[in-house]
């Protein structure tokens, strides 16, 4: 049995430090294992002993390339970027690439330049992109705007790296001007172009490709991963907190393993607690079956060719940025080095905390009254929302309305359906009431700040009283996630930009479970309660969402009424007006 041997001899001249550590080296593009010796100077690795071959069975402990995650939203773990990295190194995760386009909706340039600002101040690895729908559609609306001007200004910077996901497919399919230029000059400007394609398919799904989008995040079906690579699309494998569809696309590792990369795109900060990061879809996937070197070349090798970042891959001369695991099958992480530093090491982060800055674009303050979410029932049957366990799409069922004695249309808890309510939080308006089916409170009320992608404020609830006392907790904060149920109340603030912490990883994911769990004892049946409020909103994603402008049918791509006799036709054309004038 081989013993890690870390052996550092830090000389007087300047920062230059020499390190050695021993173990079974891991050659993923080699497809080997061989006990070795990676000996690094400053922060390369100038040269790699090699021994002889062993079996990936063997014990270990294991070197190998550091994980990276090929595509997440960092606000979305609810921790400040510094944070986040304390936490994403304890599971071998060195690198992240990343589009912010949550602060992006809430803040504009400036929430941008808050997240890269932050981000160097870590040894950790941020690789921003350009987020490329703000606001994320026209039937939105967000705390800013990004056109061609401000997106070609952040593609110019050595700290933007691609073009983030473009979630507006509709326009790319039907060649929206505004649409195609910010393709355009992403392309003059020479960078990758992220895609958010769910379910797009045939010759809408060929001329999406065609535009130059090369990636996808969103597959949920074997089907759906082999036509985008087949069609030369690269896949990036998905296990988030909201949406975890490993389960459901993981062949394709094995199938193409030079056209997958994975990523969580949403991790939150009880997951990444409790279960580590990236080494948990590696871990996973092996335990799924994968070839072990297709996993990890999906971890580390193929995000690092495709996106051309500096990320070391384990060879002499490369950066020395690499991990320690106890085996090829556990992936258990026993140390993480990025640059020759140790940053964890055996359950300690070697990173030290910081308490970040405070930004913010929450605009309303007055309280809401249960009187401002009663909605008049003119109609004997409404449109209901339907969410789906551990899914992001949702579906569009009718349902009879339910009353009270003045005529407005309530919740029925017996039958699962539920108001669903939309406050901006960027000026005042009166609230946008729906129903949505699927979460199963049998009481109380859950109100969020984070509603991708303009990231106003949702509630969901079984009376006006339990919802509006949540929504004003939120608004007090500024921000956050927080649960009404009678007397009792259960708030967790997120005062950066209403979506993140300024808290360590420990007390954030703790409290955060804690919601979720009050949730479930309320009668909610869903694994992630404010996961999936969080994304009752996604304008991108079929089939029927809620926004600020009205209850939106993502496949018909206009507002609807909440009752099935009215449509919002007036309120469709009055409002495209308003954006062709603009």
């Known amino acids: 049995q081989m013993c890690i041997r870390d052996r550092y001899q830090r000389r007087v001249h300047g920062m230059h430090k020499t390190l050695s550590v021993e173990g079974n080296v891991v050659d993923v593009e080699g497809r080997r294992v061989f006990r070795g010796r990676v000996n690094i100077e400053g922060n390369k690795i100038v040269s790699i002993i090699t021994g002889d071959s062993v079996a990936v069975t063997d014990k270990g402990p294991f070197i190998l390339p550091g994980f990276i995650d090929s595509h997440v939203h960092i606000d979305d773990s609810l921790l400040a970027p510094y944070e986040f990295a304390r936490g994403s190194v304890r599971g071998g995760t060195i690198a992240a690439v990343c589009d912010p386009h949550e602060i992006a909706n809430v803040m504009g340039m400036p929430g941008i330049e808050y997240m890269v600002k932050q981000s160097k101040q870590s040894p950790y690895k941020f690789f921003y992109g350009a987020p490329a729908c703000v606001p994320p559609s026209d039937f939105e609306m967000a705390g800013a705007e990004l056109g061609p001007k401000e997106l070609k200004e952040l593609l110019a910077s050595p700290d933007i790296h691609h073009m983030a996901e473009f979630m507006d497919f509709y326009g790319v399919i039907h060649d929206n001007p505004r649409t195609m230029e910010k393709i355009r000059i992403t392309k003059e400007a020479g960078k990758p172009i992220d895609g958010h394609a769910p379910l797009l398919t045939g010759a809408e799904l060929d001329k999406y490709i065609a535009a130059g989008i090369s990636t996808d995040h969103e597959c949920s079906i074997i089907e759906e991963a082999r036509e985008k690579v087949k069609k030369g699309m690269k896949v990036i494998v998905r296990e988030g907190s909201a949406a975890p569809d490993l389960r ?109 800055a405070i930004v913010n674009n929450f605009k309303i303050t007055d309280p809401i009254s249960p009187d401002d979410l009663a909605i008049f029932a003119d109609s004997k049957e409404i449109n209901v929302i339907e969410v789906f366990d551990k899914k992001l799409f949702t579906k569009k069922v009718v349902s009879n309305v339910t009353v009270n004695a003045i005529n407005n249309a309530i919740a029925n808890p017996t039958e699962d359906i539920l108001k669903l309510v939309a406050i901006n939080r960027y ?20 109100a969020y700040s984070i509603c991708h992608d303009s990231h106003n404020i949702v509630c969901v609830g079984v009376t006006d009283e339990d919802m509006a006392k949540a929504i004003n907790i939120v608004i007090k904060n500024r921000g956050g996630g927080a649960i009404s149920n009678g007397e009792k109340t259960t708030c967790l603030p997120l005062p950066i930009g209403g979506l993140m912490s300024d808290r360590e990883l420990e007390e954030v994911g703790e409290k955060y479970e804690n919601l979720q769990e009050v949730a479930r ?40 009424s909440a009752f099935t006799d009215k449509c919002n036709a007036n309120l469709n054309s009055l409002y495209l007006s308003l954006i062709h004038i603009s």
Not at 277 to 301: E, K, P, T, W
Not at 436 to 445: E, I, R, T
Not at 521 to 548: D, Y
Request: charged share 20%.
């Open 427 to 446: 000026q005042k308006e009166k609230p946008v009431c729906s129903f949505v089916k699927g979460f199963g409170l049998q009481s109380g009320a859950l």
């Open 521 to 560: 004892q309320m009668g909610c049946k869903l694994a992630n309660p404010f996961g999936t409020l969080s994304f009752i909103g996604v304008t991108s994603i079929p089939e029927i969402r809620i926004t600020v402008r009205g209850i939106f049918d993502v496949n018909a791509n206009k507002l609807i």
């Open 248 to 356: 459901g696309i993981y062949q394709i590792i094995d199938e193409a393993p030079d056209m997958v990369m994975l990523c969580t795109d949403e991790w939150h900060p009880n997951d990444m607690l409790y279960k580590g990061h990236v080494d948990y879809i590696v871990r996973m996937a092996i335990g799924l079956g994968c070839d072990v070197f297709n996993v990890l070349r999906a971890a580390s090798v193929n995000p690092v060719k495709h996106y051309k970042i500096p990320v070391g891959g384990l060879k002499e001369g490369d950066l020395a940025d690499f991990i320690v695991v106890d085996s090829l099958k556990e992936v258990n992480v026993l140390q993480t080095y990025i640059e020759g530093n140790l940053v964890y090491d055996n359950k300690n982060v070697l990173i030290p905390p910081m308490t970040p």
